[in-house]
């Protein structure tokens, strides 16, 4: 075996972001690119509180609870504080709407910009302090032309975003970006601080041989669920799926990236539209799953086609490789 020297021609985020830029020509400001980088820096600074939490005192509850009735972790409360102070800083934000605050903030100048940022600053809460994976999601509109930043420039369909993405806080931290022509993966190489390309061009296995749901659900769960997920435990023919439920929408989402399967959180008898919001959790995965070549449904509809009526609104949500989740949909067309 040849061993390969190290390679000294790194892609980084920005370096990435930059050529994308570079290629669309002048119609491009770069008022996008500087965007993109401030959120890169967060996802640093996010994932060194993560590192550090048990150590410093992050874990456990804040003491406050969001608009949603959740508690708030320590975490939580950080994570939005650190976006919110970097995208209004970034001078290129105009409207900003996060998980953890009850009302979108609107940027004045001199800080406005032509951008809105909707985001979880920090995912799978319940997942801090037992040290499992947890992520920040992000999804960004332009305003609309002559709007300077209203609510009503995020009470759009996911359609409508210009990019989207997450980052991953596990046993290292993976930034995945879409800007609407495919999706990338970096890895932050933390001794140099940068986020570096190290998966080109996400693309979804048509199929897998996973399902990620919380079966603990099942006895509230709609026929068309059930039933899809035991014609995949119990097949007619061939192997069943295996199951992968981390509880960190992010960590299931992006293991469903690389391996392919499906995830769902279904709307149920309980929670009569699912859990997942539609804004800043189901729109940025439903976006980059598309890019990578997977579908994102409510069972019913695509899920980028919602118009989102209130900022924390929730929904159904099942995404992942094409064919598992077009099996899953029949179950709904024919209401079994
Ligand atoms: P958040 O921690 O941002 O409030 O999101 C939690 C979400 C999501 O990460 C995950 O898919 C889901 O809640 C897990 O819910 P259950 O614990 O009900 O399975
Ligand atoms: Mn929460
Ligand atoms: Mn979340
Ligand atoms: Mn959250």
Request: proline share 5%; net charge neutral; aromatic share 8%.
């Amino acid at each position: 075996v040849t061993e390969q020297p190290p390679s000294t021609d790194l892609i980084t985020l920005s370096r990435h972001v930059l050529h994308d830029q570079l290629r669309l020509g002048a119609a491009a400001t770069g008022d996008l690119t500087l965007l993109l980088i401030a959120i890169q820096v967060t996802s640093k600074f996010i994932a060194t509180n993560v590192r550090k939490a048990r150590l410093i005192n992050l874990v456990g509850l804040a003491g406050e609870t969001n608009v949603q009735g959740e508690e708030q972790k320590k975490l939580d409360v950080l994570s939005n504080d650190i976006m919110v102070n970097a995208l209004r800083a970034s001078g290129k934000t105009a409207v900003l709407v996060s998980e953890e605050l009850d009302n979108a903030i609107i940027i004045e100048e001199p800080n406005r910009g032509k951008y809105c940022v909707v985001f979880d600053p920090l995912d799978g809460s319940s997942n801090i302090d037992a040290g499992v994976n947890i992520g920040t999601i992000f999804g960004i509109y332009a305003v609309r032309p002559d709007s300077k930043g209203t609510i009503e420039d995020v009470l759009r369909p996911g359609n409508e975003m210009v990019a989207a993405g997450y980052t991953m806080y596990g046993s290292s931290a993976n930034l995945v970006l879409s800007t609407g022509s495919g999706v990338n993966g970096y890895t932050l190489d933390a001794a140099l601080g940068e986020f570096i390309l190290t998966h080109p061009d996400i693309k979804i296995p048509p199929r897998g041989k996973i399902y990620s749901f919380n079966e603990g659900n099942s006895m509230y769960f709609y026929p068309p669920v059930v039933n899809y997920l035991n014609s995949i435990k119990y097949p007619k023919t061939g192997s069943p799926y295996s199951a992968r439920y981390i509880g960190s929408m992010v960590a299931d989402v992006h293991r469903t990236m690389l391996y392919g399967g499906i995830f769902g959180y279904p709307d149920d008898k309980k929670s009569k539209s699912g859990k997942l919001r539609l804004l800043y959790e189901a729109f940025p995965m439903a976006f980059l799953t598309e890019q990578a070549g997977g579908i994102a449904t409510t069972g019913t509809k695509r899920i980028l086609d919602i118009v989102p009526t209130s900022i924390h609104e929730r929904c159904s949500v099942f995404l992942g490789s094409r064919e598992d989740v077009q099996d899953l949909m029949k179950f709904y067309e024919s209401k079994n």
